[in-house]
């Protein structure tokens, strides 16, 4: 059965390796054919059809295709189509493309495991017949294609044999479809049929459109250099030996938001970015690639520009003005290590979300295409359907980035909706943001317990049961996805008994299975303004796993026994059958404490829990424990169509925070145990201290009103936040907590085996450890942790996964990204119902000033939890206003007005929509008023707002820095019910 | 890199349940009593057994009612990617010694031979992983070469799990840096009985038992391997035996 | 001679083709009988109610006996034995020996011939003489006298007749496997071609000048001095590659086998007959012979 083959690699580890390895070939690797009778394979590896038909007016026989390499790198937009069917994928092209890249690998993955597309792969590098060796010098591009052809042709041999009924006697052919004219010539003079993809589709009858898939790679080399807009890019051996040597840094490209012509590279080398500027500093990289920088000479470094500058529509090859946009005269401190790029060690193209930019030329195939994301340029594209697409939300992949080109090639992969529909928009955003949201698919659904579900004995033999217990759950109003539930009881000796009952989400859960997968790599449920993504299918989210009041539920549940003074004698876990009495709102709870008339149990036990909880949060905010703010606004939305029809800010009662000061006591309890029992594979989550840089902001924003921000310590900065209060402006408080949020680092899981115990620290919660047990639902982590704990008692078992560290990291590094980006759709999702709450209204609006800039104002709306830039000095024509900029103090000033960071300001609201792609929320100033500057509030003036130069684009999360950020507060520093609760109750309008 | 492909094949282009080609000749030395040559794909060991015979050295080692079994492991400077500085002594030598002294005491009938001496001498000529079980296959066909006399083989063989999930049996050099945990068996094949069970990271109880049960398999297809072999070898000395009857 | 590096590739299958069926082949852990009743022989043992081979080798069964034999082993002495070894030892009152056995034989001082006759009482002297006789190193023929109760021999030099036990003196050692060696009643030879030769049922095999004066010193003394004519050591190589060539093929050693053998590589130079091919030649034009013989 085996045959064995050596081969030889060499491979550089400091000296020449000769490295050899085992190959074996094989004889039972089958055709996959159906039509085959030779091969003995089993009848479900039989992908490929045995009359495969593909409408085709000049191959309009039976065919199978083979692919090679570049064809699956550069064309998998037109292989997703499912026109095209009856592929055979060689092993060669398959391990190509999984070293060029992972993207693209996982794509081609999808495609093959999708039964219907019959993609079958043949893994020609083990076969006998196929494999073949590299000739003396023969470059391993050219020995693949060679493997390629081979392959090819033994399918042809082999298949003749084989003649299907419609060609008698003929036998299913083989097509070879290559770009590479060479490969082709070869393919041809060898007796294969070959075609280029471009030529193979344009012969397909029944797939319209698919042409505009086709990747536009150019390969013309010789440009001259009169023609070239970049410079161009040295070859790789050149990088290689630069970064060798020194001479160049490699580092991850980041693009600004602000101004599309800066952008930095972070290094490992500096602890600064690398500033790059200009068009031909940034010389084609795109936001995330790996680049290779030249660093400039010291002379001619320069500090990140203070303007906000876009890409315009206005076409403008000549870019003059693009250098003095730049800033000019630096101060010598500001200056930061500046280069040039000069190369790309890794692109990092994805597809990007979008629309066409408007075509005034009627019936033009080149069109340009602007991406979502502000850190993206545009791209140009091909389409002849652009009457179709122009009104639709699109999808783009970037093909290539010739030098001659101002923006890079790329064609069109698909059309989500039409622009400024909500289904679309919330498409785009959860596509931007990578947040999986198809439907379960049925494997999934196979998982879940089947209905009617009843608690059999067995369950409660395992399980201690609570239902004598008087237990109530606090939520907002409407939630379903109900995780935890309290209680609290006097015990004969004077102290209390405190449960915290979490959903048995594990129990429905089991490791290994689909259901599992699928919830791991969602991580966490998203919420959206209108729509909630959920991480489980709804019957565990709202029904089985959900603490419903007067339904039996199964638990996992924390019980404490606690002095009257908070102090905690003993914790116990276990899982449990529990029976919630009351599944009240915040609000019910709150009024059933005020009331004193109601001396029910409940009463009894949510006074006992608010005395307790009142007492425990004093003794966190003594031990460091910062209390953040962050603009938090809820919509209230139309049940109908869900528009908004009004906003309004989070309310905070006693109750929110009682839940939350036992979720946090709950989740610390949990994060000790789990880390005794588990030293290596317990995940928990931490807070790393933020370095002291990161405060320079709100320091340098304090002393401008005189306050000195200690942030020598969490508990020195909640102090000195504590103190900051202006009579005057009662909003100061919040907004220099609003800074400081952001000067916070990230809070991220981790498995407590790779990293110091000194580093588990929580910062925002001043705990030594912390982790996330309470919200089993919406939270994968807690599903994970939930497991551990179960082991620790002894309640179930473990599995191999969940005592791997390595494997446990690799996991939290899911949950953060998913995290990360639930984030900032949520946020994204804000930013687009406040753009459609302000589609027909113009609105006068109390604000602050936040920062300010050169050319313009940071304006925060805490009625709107908005913020964004006011633009002093109009991107066009002369400015109307002479507004002088002072950096000394962070000022600007016009005639005797001055602002500064805190003001508060009155400005008007309204929603640009004179172009259609890109709706922008419009501010103009009100008051104070400033001559040729502002306008007068709504009540007088209806007038024209769209004309308004000094524009505000309202684009909350993209000008949030990626720090601690509003929403990531609660994380960092609640960590708890109140706020994603908040917006969990938008799921029940529906 | 993946350790087994989704169609199914490792990446030298094995089956997660197929061994890697082995090839053994006993009787390769006429100094020592027995000795045996094994290649296990790219593994190659040379085994040589020594005696029984008496000890040698201090007479205080002998033991009253058994025999005294001595082993020693070394891998050539030559045997690995990267040229090794010696060839024994280091830590994980002495730990094979250890090892391999633990699975071939498991068969020798020691009690037929009483202050009498072993040894059985192993060199790694080539490592391309699974050194433990080749040495410990050859080892056995160089006693049985000298004829000694066994309960029966001990045959060794690896095993590993790909990817969380899939069992691999006989685990390369390139399986093994590529991760994953490692589980080395010697085994008496005939009776199942395990002399020698090593794991290089922890296990997860649920996996344990289907790796060991594939080890286990490993173990019995290449005692298959190596009986063929030692009954080759006894042919291949031609008519010897029918005269030894006629004798 | 030229050295010859050949691969192993190309290495020379020893194997003497023969028309007789193979035989039943037994590996240790192998079941030899489920049935009870027999008695279990070397290289067997019981288990479970079975008996199985303990090594690698055919069965041999004499009545209700069952033995493996295997290849090779290690010498197991018989009484009557003859056998060559070396001294590897001089303590109280004895020698120990090398015998190929698993354990060193003993050869007491009253078990040796010693200068002065038959019945010469051993003094004190003696034995601090004894390292006179025979020290480490030194070759002996014996007689295996007893087997001890730890499976180790005695031995004797009391040579008897025309039987001459002792230290050996000028000529060369062979070792293969003891159950190459043919039993026969003598295993001292003085061969046609003109050398001398001791079979030792150990495996041990010496060649020598043939001995003819019947000297009296109890064999201790052995002649240094005269140097072997050339023609009689060529005789004596050739009679060793010869020996090699037949044990190489599994051939059995006795007088006649050796004599024919030597007879075979006559149309050899001695140096040829290191070669394989022709150490193969030797050893089938031999079987050839000796079954003619039967």
Redesign the interface.
Same mark, same amino acid.
């Given at each position: 059965?085996?045959t064995?083959k050596?081969f030889l690699r060499k491979t550089k580890k400091g000296n020449i390796?000769k490295?050899? @390895? /085992?190959?074996?070939? @094989?004889e039972d690797i089958w055709c996959g054919s159906k039509v085959c009778s030779e091969c003995c394979a089993k009848t479900d590896d039989q992908v490929l059809d045995e009359n495969p038909t593909i409408a085709c007016t000049k191959h309009n026989y039976g065919h199978y295709l083979v692919l090679d390499t570049n064809v699956v790198l550069d064309q998998i937009d037109v292989l997703e189509e499912d026109v095209l069917k009856n592929v055979i994928i060689l092993?060669t092209v398959i391990d190509e493309v999984k070293h060029r890249s992972s993207t693209i690998y996982k794509r081609l $993955?999808d495609v093959?495991g999708d039964g219907r597309r019959k993609f079958y792969?043949f893994?020609n /590098?083990?076969h006998q017949d196929t494999y073949i060796e590299r000739e003396q010098g023969e470059s391993i591009n050219d020995r693949n294609d060679r493997a390629i052809r081979t392959a090819a042709l033994w399918y042809q041999k082999h298949l003749k044999a084989f003649p299907t009924q419609k060609d008698k006697r003929k036998g299913i052919k083989v097509i070879l479809l290559t770009d590479d004219r060479k490969n082709r010539e070869e393919a041809i003079k060898s007796g294969l049929i070959a075609s280029s993809v471009e030529d193979y589709v344009e012969q397909l009858t029944d797939a319209k459109g698919i042409g505009d898939k086709l990747s536009k790679r150019n390969f013309t080399s010789d440009i001259s250099e009169k023609d070239a807009t970049y410079p161009s890019h040295l070859t790789p051996a050149q990088i290689h030996d630069g970064i060798k040597n020194g001479q160049l840094i490699q580092g991850s490209f980041q693009a600004s938001r602000e101004n599309y012509l800066e952008g930095q590279v972070n290094t490992e080398k500096f602890e600064k970015p690398i500033l790059v500027q200009g068009r031909a500093g940034l010389n084609r990289a795109i936001d995330g690639d790996t680049v290779a920088v030249e660093l400039l000479p010291e002379a001619e470094w320069t500090a990140p520009s203070d303007i906000v500058l876009q890409d315009d529509e206005t076409a403008d090859p000549e870019e003059l003005n693009e250098k003095e946009n730049l800033i000019k005269e630096v101060k010598v401190v500001e200056k930061r290590p500046t280069g040039k790029i000069v190369g790309i060690v890794r692109r990092k193209w994805r597809q990007y979300c979008g629309i066409l930019q408007a075509n005034p030329m009627v019936g033009s195939v080149r069109n340009i295409f602007v991406p979502a994301d502000r850190k993206i340029p545009k791209i140009r594209i091909e389409t002849r359907q652009y009457e179709l697409l122009v009104s639709q939300r699109i999808i783009v992949a970037i093909d290539s980035w010739p030098r001659t080109s101002r923006y890079p090639l790329g064609h069109f992969v698909r059309a989500l909706g039409k622009i400024g529909d909500k289904e679309t928009e919330n498409e785009v955003l959860l596509l931007e943001h990578d947040v999986p949201h198809s439907k379960f698919s049925d494997l999934v659904l196979s998982f879940l317990p089947k209905m009617p579900w009843i608690i059999t004995p067995e369950d409660l033999k395992q399980r201690v049961d609570l239902r004598g217990i008087d237990i109530c759950s606090v939520d907002p109003p409407g939630c379903t996805d109900i995780d935890d539930a309290l209680h609290c009881r006097p015990l004969e000796n004077g102290n209390y008994e405190v449960g915290v009952h979490i959903a048995d989400v594990s129990h429905f859960i089991r490791p290994?299975t689909a259901l599992d997968n699928e919830a791991a790599s969602r991580a966490t449920t998203v919420y959206l303004v209108d729509k909630r993504i959920d991480m489980v299918p709804e019957l565990l989210s709202s029904n089985l796993c959900s603490l419903r009041g007067n339904e039996e539920r199964f638990a996992f549940s924390c019980v404490w026994e606690i002095t009257k003074d908070a102090k905690i004698i003993h914790t116990k876990f276990h899982k449990s059958v529990i029976c919630s009495k009351a599944a009240m709102t915040y609000e019910e709870a709150q009024n059933i404490i005020d009331d004193k008339s109601q001396n029910h149990s409940i009463a009894v036990s949510l006074r006992g829990l608010n005395s307790l909880a009142k007492i425990l949060k004093r003794r966190r905010i003594e031990n460091g424990a910062l209390v953040l703010a962050s603009p938090e606004i809820r919509f209230q939305v139309d049940s109908e169509t869900h528009d908004p029809i009004d906003v309004e800010a989070k309310k905070m009662r006693e109750t929110n925070s009682m839940v939350e000061e036992f979720m946090l006591l709950a989740n610390i309890s949990v994060a000790e145990k789990i880390l005794q029992e588990f030293p290596e594979c317990a995940l928990l989550r931490r807070h790393p201290v933020p370095p002291l840089p990161n405060f320079d902001p709100l320091i340098k924003a304090g002393r401008n009103q005189g306050f000195e921000i200690d942030v020598s310590s969490g508990k020195a900065l909640a102090d000195s936040l504590d103190r900051a209060h202006k009579s005057d402006n009662p909003y100061f408080n919040t907004m220099l907590r609003i800074l400081a949020t952001r000067c916070m680092m990230q809070a991220v899981y981790f498995a407590s085996g790779m990293l110091q115990q000194e580093e588990f620290f929580h910062y925002g919660l001043a705990a030594p450890i912390y982790t996330h047990f309470t919200s089993p639902i919406r939270r994968y982590a807690d599903i994970i942790v939930h497991r551990l704990l179960a082991a620790c008692i002894g309640a179930d $078992?473990?599995?191999?996964?969940?005592?791997?560290k390595q $494997?446990t990291q690799e996991c939290c590094h899911n949950l953060n990204y998913r995290n990360r980006m639930a984030q900032y759709a949520g946020r994204a999702s804000v930013a687009l119902h406040t753009h459609l709450f302000f589609r027909n209204k113009i609105q006068d609006e109390e604000g602050y000033v936040l920062f300010v800039r050169k050319n313009a104002l940071q304006i925060l709306i805490p009625k709107y939890g908005l913020e964004g830039t006011l633009y002093l000095v109009p991107a066009t024509g002369q400015p109307t206003a002479n507004f002088v900029y002072n950096e000394e103090d962070q000022s600007q000033r016009c005639g005797n007005i001055v602002f500064h960071a805190f003001d508060p300001v009155t400005v008007q609201l309204s929603l640009d929509r004179s172009n259609v792609q890109h709706e922008k929320l419009v501010l103009k100033m009100v008051k104070p008023f400033i001559k040729d500057f502002s306008v007068p509030s709504v009540q007088a003036n209806t007038g024209d707002a769209v004309a308004s130069d000094d524009k505000m684009d309202l684009d909350v999360p993209q000008t949030l820095p990626e720090v601690e950020t509003p929403s990531k507060r609660k994380e960092s520093e609640t960590e708890t019910a109140q706020s994603k609760k908040s917006k969990k109750k938008k799921k029940s309008k529906n | 890199m993946d350790l087994i492909s989704d169609q199914g094949l490792r990446v030298d282009g094995r089956r997660a349940g197929e061994l890697r080609r082995i090839r053994c000749k006993l009787g390769v030395y006429d100094q020592p009593d027995g000795s045996a040559y094994l290649e296990q794909g790219h593994t190659k060991v040379l085994a040589a057994v020594y005696g029984p015979h008496q000890i040698r050295g201090s007479r205080t080692k002998a033991l009253q009612d058994s025999v005294v079994i001595n082993c020693q492991y070394s891998m050539a400077t030559f045997s690995t990617g990267e040229r090794k500085k010696r060839p024994r002594g280091d830590r994980r030598s002495t730990e094979m010694t250890m090892l391999l002294k633990q699975a071939v005491s498991a068969v020798i009938k020691a009690e037929l031979y009483p202050r009498s001496q072993i040894d059985v001498f192993l060199e790694v000529l080539q490592a391309d992983g699974g050194n433990y079980c080749a040495c410990v296959n050859a080892a056995t066909l160089a006693l049985i070469d000298a004829g000694i006399p066994l309960r029966e083989y001990v045959v060794a063989c690896t095993a590993s799990l790909a990817n969380g999930k899939v069992p691999l049996v006989d685990i390369s050099h390139l399986e093994e840096t590529m991760g994953g945990p490692n589980l080395t068996v010697a085994a008496l094949p005939l009776s199942g009985q395990i002399a020698v069970m090593e794991m290089s990271q922890r296990f997860h109880i649920d996996h344990l038992e289907e790796v060991t049960q594939l080890a286990l398999q490993g173990c019995r297809d290449i005692y298959k391997i190596l009986d063929k072999a030692v009954k080759e070898h006894l042919l291949e000395t031609g008519d010897f035996f029918p005269q030894l009857e006629s004798n | 001679m030229a050295h010859s590096i050949r691969l192993a590739s190309e290495r020379v299958d020893f194997s003497v083709p023969s028309d007789k069926a193979p035989p039943q082949l037994f590996t240790p852990g192998m079941v030899i009988s489920q049935e009870s009743g027999f008695m279990r022989g070397h290289g067997t043992y019981g288990e479970d109610d079975s008996i199985k081979a303990s090594v690698a080798g055919i069965v041999d069964r004499v009545n209700k006996l069952v033995v493996i034999k295997p290849l090779k082993s290690r010498y197991n002495g018989e009484i009557g034995d003859v056998v060559v070894g070396r001294i590897t030892e001089v303590q109280q009152k004895r020698w120990k020996v090398d015998t190929n056995a698993r354990l060193d034989a003993t050869l007491f001082l009253y078990s040796v011939n010693l200068p002065g006759g038959e019945l010469r009482r051993r003094s004190v002297e003696d034995e601090q003489m004894m390292r006179k006789y025979l020290t480490e190193g030194d070759l002996i023929s014996a007689e295996v006298q007893n087997i001890n109760s730890d499976g180790s021999l005695s031995l004797h030099t009391r040579s008897l007749k025309n039987i001459k036990y002792g230290k050996l003196g000028q000529g060369m050692l062979i070792k293969v496997f003891p159950s190459l060696i043919k039993r026969q009643k003598t295993h001292f030879h003085n061969l046609p071609c003109g050398a001398s030769i001791i079979l030792g049922n150990n495996g041990f095999i010496w060649i020598s000048p043939v001995i003819n004066a019947e000297e009296e010193h109890g064999g201790f003394t052995i002649n240094l001095e005269d140097a072997v004519p050339k023609s009689v050591r060529e005789v004596m190589v050739r009679l060793r590659n010869s020996i090699n060539a037949l044990a190489a093929s599994k051939i059995l050693l006795f007088d006649t086998s050796i004599q024919y053998a030597y007879d075979q590589s006559k149309k050899y130079s001695v140096v040829e007959l290191l070669n394989p091919e022709v150490m193969l030649d030797v050893a089938v034009m031999t079987q050839h012979q000796l079954q003619m013989l039967e």
């Open positions: 059965m085996l064995s050596t390796l490295i050899v @390895r /085992e190959h074996y070939l @094989r092993q $993955k093959i792969v893994v /590098e083990h290994g $078992k473990t599995y191999g996964d969940l005592l791997n $494997k | - | -």
